[in-house]
């Protein structure tokens, strides 16, 4: 069965820190894409990726970095975490192209920023 | 202006009931997918079915169908039957073009169904 992993399902983390989340696939797909999900404001893009190290910046990028150095890991970086980086992170992978191919996502982290 | 727009918040259903979640998009490509997924508390996004806009008939799958009316732009979800373990949060999702790789996530719809 297909799977997305994220490493995480809760973190907790102080104002500052640099804070890794991690996302792996294993159906060798070339897409992958970091989503934060927040109540009544639905899922919003920050960062996606549609090959190894290249990255596309998404609706809300800023505060973020991403890394993906090998097809199947994705990671999300926060630089410097703040509270309003507070949020359930979801990460998802897609094969290439082709109008049906929708997105597998992992289970999401829980990210409390204190 | 908002790609996806779901209007209902909340919405409560009776068990073996049907019940319509409400979705409408924006786009002037005229090649485009529609989604829907489930969220259960768990919080792991479930695919549930997929609309092509050049699709001549409404995609079903099991107990979902979506209702599909390109020329008002809307693509609702019919769960029929109802069942406990369909309270979740439901998402319309929309990707552009054939090419597109993002998907544009509505706000959500919370759905309780009530034995």
């Known amino acids: 069965d297909v799977k997305v992993t994220q490493s995480s399902r809760y973190l907790v983390k102080r104002t500052g820190e640099k804070v890794f989340l991690e996302c792996v696939q294993d159906?060798?797909?070339?897409?992958m894409f970091w989503y934060r999900q927040d109540p009544g404001l639905g899922l919003r893009l920050i960062y996606f990726?549609?090959?190894?190290?290249?990255?596309e910046k998404g609706d809300i990028p800023e505060g973020y970095s991403v890394s993906r150095e090998k097809k199947e890991r994705f990671s999300l970086i926060l630089e410097s975490a703040s509270t309003n980086q507070t949020s359930m992170y979801l990460c998802?992978?897609?094969?290439?192209?082709?109008?049906?191919?929708?997105?597998?996502f992992g289970s999401g982290t829980r990210l409390t920023v204190v | 202006a908002q790609k996806i727009t779901q209007t209902q918040p909340g919405m409560f259903v009776q068990e073996k009931e049907a019940v319509t979640l409400d979705c409408t998009y924006d786009t002037s490509d005229p090649s485009y997918g529609l989604f829907w997924y489930k969220q259960p508390s768990s919080g792991e996004m479930i695919f549930l079915i997929y609309?092509?806009?050049?699709?001549?008939q409404n995609a079903t799958e099991g107990r979902y169908s979506l209702n599909f009316q390109k020329a008002r732009k809307s693509a609702n979800l019919v769960i029929s039957a109802s069942q406990l373990g369909d309270s979740a949060m439901y998402f319309c999702?929309?990707?552009?073009?054939?090419?597109?790789?993002?998907?544009?996530f509505g706000t959500g719809t919370s759905l309780t169904v009530i034995p």
């Open positions: 990726s549609y090959d190894v190290k290249m990255k």
């Open positions: 609309q092509g806009s050049y699709d001549q």
């Open positions: 998802a992978s897609r094969r290439g192209l082709g109008y049906n191919y929708g997105y597998t």
């Open positions: 159906m060798d797909h070339e897409n």
């Open positions: 999702a929309m990707r552009e073009g054939y090419t597109g790789n993002q998907f544009y």
